[in-house]
């Protein structure tokens, strides 16, 4: 890892800028005004929101929307990717960062995958003394949200 001072809204503004060009989907984006400085390695911070954000719409076949939100808390940084799609199901949500786990089922039967995204979402969310949850609700989506240390400025 190669730690820097990265700015995360435009680091956000970035990778969601490349989804738009590639997808017929629509990132819905939320900043705050204030710039917010993480210590990170900022390819590997892009890698994150790159998989979370390939899953959001890849699991989403039928909505186009996304939403990205960035906030502040004290000393947190909390990034929010929802999408409105397929969901998770209950008996999946113990698996869903273990290396090359996927959901079975016939709604994503094929959909294509190694099940390998969100086993490095973790490992580099932890990697930089962060955490990353999800909620989710079969069939109304689901939400992941990486929570980060941040400076305070
Ligand atoms: P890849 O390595 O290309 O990312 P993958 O998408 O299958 O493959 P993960 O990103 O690790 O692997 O996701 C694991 C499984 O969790 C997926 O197969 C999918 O079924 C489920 N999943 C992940 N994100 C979502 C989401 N946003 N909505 C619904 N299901 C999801
Ligand atoms: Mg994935």
Known sequence: YDFHVVEVGELIRDVAEQW???????IRMQLP????????????????LHNLISNA?????????????????GSAAFIHVQDYGLGIPDDAKPH??????RVDNTDRRKI???GLGLAIVKEIVEAHGGTVRFES?????STFIVTLPCMAL
């Open 57 to 73: 719409i890849k699991y989403a076949p039928d909505s186009k929307v996304t939403d990205l939100r960035l906030q502040v808390q």
């Open 96 to 101: 869903m960062f273990t290396k090359f786990y």
């Open 137 to 141: 609700e079969l069939g109304k989506g």
């Open 20 to 26: 738009d060009d590639r997808q017929h989907s629509f």
């Open 33 to 48: 005004e204030q710039p917010v400085y993480v210590h990170a390695d900022a390819d590997k911070l892009r890698q994150v």
């Open 112 to 114: 294509g995958g190694t």
